[in-house]
């Protein structure tokens, strides 16, 4: 899908923002992605495909830009300085059939003048006088950079006196590849032509091939030695003014400023950091982890035997509620939470090291750091629970649940074996001519018999009871561990959630890279040797 060099700045400050509202990049980089320009000169228009060819003239104060511009008009169009000349404003001169629809809505009106032509030779091109660059007054230089976004060609003045500003060197620098450039040696009557041939020497290490440069004299007799080259400069822009170069200017024009949202886009990815980054935390938050872990559950010993004692002596009172501030307290005090934090923090530092953005991390441990507390107390209190609930392993349990059967089912057994006994004994004895009776020994015998019949299961009972205090230490233990478990997971669960958005917000920014560099990879045919060639950076 092609796509605007306005739509990709679009998809290009929504991803900024997203990032920053995550915290991902700094303030001045998100700075430098929602403060992109995409105005263009077809910006201008309503109807950009037959717009003029928008030339304007750039350069520092008393380089003679306004007297070239009503030499154009051939009248006073733009004001010219006596004492100290300065350009103050923006002049446009066009001719009468061309409508701008849209001015630079950031721009006062009164900055603004606007001069009309009949002209049908200069009928496809504006010319603009821009403020002198090099003012002091800050607003001269603001309504300079305001409407650079919207120039085609810029006619770079200079003079001999002043070729070598370093002002204009830095727009030109700045600016480059933006725009087609002509360059003016006004006043060169009043120059050496060892000036003119540094003036293209310069040009030449800036970057230009064969730069395009005319030399303009402002005198009002001009000698045959005097060279002026101003109506050549006004046929070349003459013969620019097509619908073909405006088109090749306009994409060039975008397909730089797309390199160089490119550029800030791949900066900008930079700062979210390594992509493997994530698998070295996780190593090193569990080698730390382990150690701490190991420390907390020396320092927590003596804490569980004590809430076990308290459990085994207030076994009849379990579902008390002031047992459960009195768990965590003992169990994670200020001395764990610190160590916790202090893992935590040693963590975030170890992100910062490996170069990845660390307030996201803070920002997702920080419910971890909060919650600990509450982490050990809901997880040991239902582990201790569990256990006083069924104490004991399931052999104990099963051998209580026979042996309390047996409690009852041997006594009634025995003693329904003595009596059986007895009615036999005593059916026999009515029998006989002389009555007997079971005996002494039988009588001992049968009450040790029910006596152990009864005593063994009971005996059996108590031994395999199991402790209130050992089933608490084993629950308290076992939920401690259970919480720190939570705790550790909780931790690799948010190093995976920040690097499940970090590859997200990559990914995103890599499509708009990859549709910036698919679009200006794309060649625009420009002839060679032409002066269009010769004008581009």
Known sequence: MDYEYSELVVLAKDWAKQVADNAWIPESAYTSLSGFDDRTPDSLFIDASARPLIVAFLGGTGVGKSTLLNRLAKKEIARTGVVRPTSKEVTLFHHDSVKI??????????????????????????????????????????????????????IYVVSPERYRDSKAWKILQSEGGRHAWIFVLNQS???????????????????????????????????????DEFDNLQATLQNLATDNTIKHLELRGQQVRKEE????????????????VTQELIIFWQSHWHELEKLLLEATVLPLQQIAEYYALNSGNLANKDTEPYLH???????????????????ILQADYLSLPVIPLK???????????????????????????????????SIIKIAQLAEIILPIAAMGWVGYQVFIEFYESSLEAVPHYVGTDFAINSIMLIAISWLFPYFLQKKLKPSIEKAALKGLKRGFIIALQSLELGVLEQLKSNAQTQESLRKKGMQIINKCQTESEREIAIPENSDLERMLL
């Open 329 to 347: 307290q003992r169990l994670w005090d200020k001395w764990s939470q610190t160590r916790f934090d202090d893992a935590l923090d040693a963590l």
């Open 363 to 397: 920002q997702l441990f920080l419910p971890i750091r909060a919650n600990a507390e509450k982490i050990i107390e809901e997880k040991t209190l239902l582990s201790v629970r569990k256990s006083l609930i069924k104490p004991g392993n399931i052999v104990q349990r």
């Open 189 to 227: 009557d009043r120059g050496q032509i060892e000036q003119y041939q540094d003036f293209i020497k310069q040009l030449e290490k800036a970057g230009f091939t064969n730069p395009l440069v005319y030399q303009s004299c402002c005198a009002i007799e001009k000698s045959a030695e005097q060279i």
């Open 261 to 276: 949202l490119s550029k800030i886009l791949q900066s900008t990815l930079r700062l979210l950091g390594p992509e493997t």
């Open 101 to 154: 629809a849209h001015l630079p809505s950031t721009l006062p009106i009164d900055k603004i003048k606007i001069a009309e032509h009949a002209e049908e030779k200069n009928k496809h091109i504006i010319w603009i006088d821009m403020p002198d660059f090099d003012s002091t007054e800050q607003s001269n230089q603001q309504l300079v950079l305001e409407w650079l976004p919207h120039i085609d060609v810029l």
